[in-house]
């Protein structure tokens, strides 16, 4: 019991309300090839432009610093598999590779195959954007409409030393395939 109390307390250090998490806002609907949009921090400021080109052979969103450097991506392959995205680095480096794992009625469940590192697992009500993302039993990031009044706004907070990009990317990835 004092193993579960503790992983509590810690992850309100990081995801509580003046919690160390850093915190994006992702507008929704708005994910679509041949659209752009701006990811923003928690105080407003532009962190990473996505950036949707619709090429003749593959539809491909591009995620930018705000200088414009590809910092990864994420396609949709000719010989399309609906229920799987791949991400990859600006060197065509797999990051990850997104997959809907399992449908229940009121939990969506996604496997998350990291290049290098552990698997993490995306669970909770995916269309509500209101999941957690996590790896073997450790939230490591949070996905939230709670923390904003507007419709099409939702949040999302990563725990300290994630990579953000990627964690918004598979953020990303999710919703394409939620409400695609």
Avoid at 133 to 146: C, N
Avoid at 157 to 171: H, K, S
Wanted: with cysteine; aromatic share 8%.
């Amino acid at each position: 019991m004092g193993k579960r109390r503790e992983q509590r307390r810690e992850e309100r250090e990081t995801f509580g309300r003046r919690g160390t998490a850093n915190r994006y806002r992702m507008r929704q609907k708005l994910v679509s090839f041949g659209d752009d949009f701006w990811i923003e921090d928690e105080s407003g400021q532009r962190a990473f432009k996505v950036d949707g080109k619709m090429l003749r052979v593959r539809d491909t969103l591009f995620f930018e610093d705000t200088q414009g450097q590809v910092m990864c991506k994420i396609q949709e392959k000719l010989v399309r598999i609906k229920d799987t995205k791949t991400i990859e680095g600006p060197n065509g480096e797999t990051l990850a590779v997104v997959k809907k794992a399992l449908i229940t009625p009121l939990r969506d469940r996604w496997t998350v195959k990291i290049g290098d590192g552990p698997d993490l697992a995306v669970q909770g009500n995916v269309v509500n954007h209101q999941y957690t993302i996590g790896e073997e039993g450790r939230k490591v990031a949070e996905v939230s409409k709670k923390w904003f009044r507007l419709a099409d706004t939702y949040g999302v907070q990563i725990e300290p030393g994630q990579n953000d990009v990627v964690i918004l990317a598979i953020t990303v990835a999710v919703d394409m395939m939620a409400h695609g």
